[in-house]
Structures are given as structure tokens and as C-alpha cells.
């Protein structure tokens, strides 16, 4: 059974740290582009970082940029998304989701498989 499983969320104070983790199982994550997604309330999901198969990544999001970064660790078989300088509008359910087409993409469309999500919640 091909599964990705999100965790590392949590309630953190505003300026606070998260690391999510974006686990595989039934398949190896080298073959795939890496997308983490946030959903708000009310809210579309929105892309906000992506990992090419290759290592390189993009930002989709103004928002965190400076404050997010995302890797992967092949051998680990995880891709990780850190958090810093967090926000209360960083308030959200994040997914991460893989993605066997040619590139890295903002569109959830383009994603082949995803994660149940973990909860992040910005609040003092």
C-alpha cells in the first residue's frame, strides 16, 4: 500500500519552530518531486514548497519565504519541511503529496499521492 504520512505538528507560540516530517511507505520517495500543501479554514489548498527528485526547490508562497525551507533525506526515505519565525496566519492543516511528472508544481493537480495532513495551529 503506497502511503505518505505527515507528522511534527503541533500548538506553537508565534516566533516558535515546527519540523514536519513526510514519511513513505510502499514506495521510494528518490523517484518523486515533493510538495507540501496548507489548507486554512474557509481557505483553498494552496502549494507552499516543493522538492524536485534531484534536490532542488522552489517556494510557491511569499509568505514564508526566509522562514520555510524544505529537504529530503532519500536514505530516510522522509522529505521535511522546517518552520521558523511562525505566524499565526501560518495557521493551517499541511499535506505533503508526491509527484512523478516532470517538475515540481503549485497545482494539487499534479500530485500523485498524498498525506492525511497534520494540524499547525500559530497561537499564543
Known amino acids: 500500500q503506497l502511503q505518505l504520512v505527515e507528522s511534527g505538528g503541533g500548538l506553537v507560540q508565534p516566533g516558535g519552530s515546527l519540523r514536519l516530517s513526510c514519511a513513505a511507505s510502499?514506495?521510494?520517495?528518490?523517484?518523486?518531486?515533493i510538495g507540501w500543501f496548507r489548507q486554512a479554514p474557509g481557505k483553498e489548498r494552496e502549494g507552499v514548497l516543493c522538492?524536485?527528485?534531484?534536490?532542488?526547490?522552489?517556494t510557491y508562497t511569499d509568505s514564508v519565504k526566509g522562514r520555510f525551507t524544505i529537504s529530503r533525506d532519500n536514505a530516510k526515505n522522509t522529505v521535511y519541511l522546517q518552520m521558523n519565525s511562525l505566524k499565526p496566519e501560518d495557521t493551517a492543516v499541511y499535506y505533503c503529496?508526491?509527484?512523478?511528472?516532470?517538475?515540481?508544481?503549485?497545482?494539487?493537480?499534479?500530485?500523485?499521492?498524498w498525506g492525511q495532513g497534520t494540524q499547525v495551529t500559530v497561537s499564543s
Open positions: 503529496a508526491a509527484s512523478g511528472r516532470i517538475g515540481c508544481s503549485s497545482m494539487v493537480y499534479m500530485y500523485d499521492y
Open positions: 510502499g514506495f521510494t520517495l528518490d523517484y518523486y518531486h
Open positions: 522538492v524536485t527528485r534531484g534536490g532542488a526547490s522552489a
